[in-house]
């Protein structure tokens, strides 16, 4: 059996999707990037591994790894757009989210803005 020779990275963000071949043989590198498909973000992982296979000899039988990232989550919260949330917390604790004492930005400001939980306290 031959031994694999390429592996593949794949970072799925918010307006592309970005490819990075490497052949171990050659150490060449091959880049591509395409549009993400929001609605689907595998969709433009299949198209953007077909367009790069079009480019290059046939690869998918050689990969020996396939690394993937996407910043798709952290996205949808910094955006606000993901599903109704809800947080059951134990009794007497509902603020300690809201109160924040991990993290000070402006300790001495007392006119400082914080960002609006992402969960409304109820």
Do not use: W
């Not at 609605?39 to 690394?67: C, H, M, N, Y």
């Amino acid at each position: 059996m031959a031994e694999k020779t390429y592996r593949l990275g794949c970072d799925i963000g918010g307006t592309f999707t970005d490819f990075v071949l490497l052949n171990d043989e050659t150490g060449e590198i091959r880049i591509h990037k395409c549009l993400t498909t929001p609605s689907d973000p595998s969709d433009a992982v299949v198209q953007g591994i077909r367009e790069l296979e079009a480019k290059t000899s046939d690869f998918v039988a050689d990969l020996s790894e396939v690394i993937h990232g996407t910043t798709l989550v952290i996205n949808s919260i910094i955006e606000r757009k993901g599903a109704r949330t809800g947080l059951i917390t134990t009794s007497g604790f509902r603020d300690v989210l809201e109160l924040g004492r991990e993290i000070r930005y402006a300790p001495y400001d007392i006119f400082a803005e914080f960002p609006k939980p992402l969960i409304d306290r109820r």
